[in-house]
Every structure is written in C-alpha cells, then in structure tokens.
C-alpha cells in the first residue's frame, strides 16, 4: 500500500507506479455504486490504466472500520 505525497491516494495490489491526486482528478470516472463505506468510481486515467476508486465516507475515518 502506498500514500502519495500531497493526497490521500492510496494504492493496493502492489502497483509499481505511484499515481498523484491530480492525476486521478483529472481521469475520466464512471459511478459504480454507492455503499455503506463510500461511493465506487471506475476511472480511466491518460494512459488508459482503467482503476476502481473508493472514495470512502468522511464518518468512517478515525475509525477501526
């Protein structure tokens, strides 16, 4: 798992490259779903890579969830 400097981007499964905010800003995202953790995004960043983002829900953090 990796934070990237300057947001809260966090990767998992081992990807080598490190993604910024920005750049995830920036990617084209599809609504997947909203569930009781937070909301599901696909999104297709410049170079094509198509990822899942979980924006998690602002009440989850702090906590053990």
Known sequence: MKVAKGGNLVLCAGEAQLYTL??????????????????????VLGNR???TVKQLDARLAGTSK
Do not use: F, H, N
């Not at 800003?25 to 995004?41: D, N």
């Open 22 to 43: 920005d750049q995830l800003m920036r990617a084209s995202v599809e609504l997947l779903g909203r569930g009781t953790m937070g909301i599901t995004y696909k999104a």
């Open 49 to 51: 890579l198509i990822v």
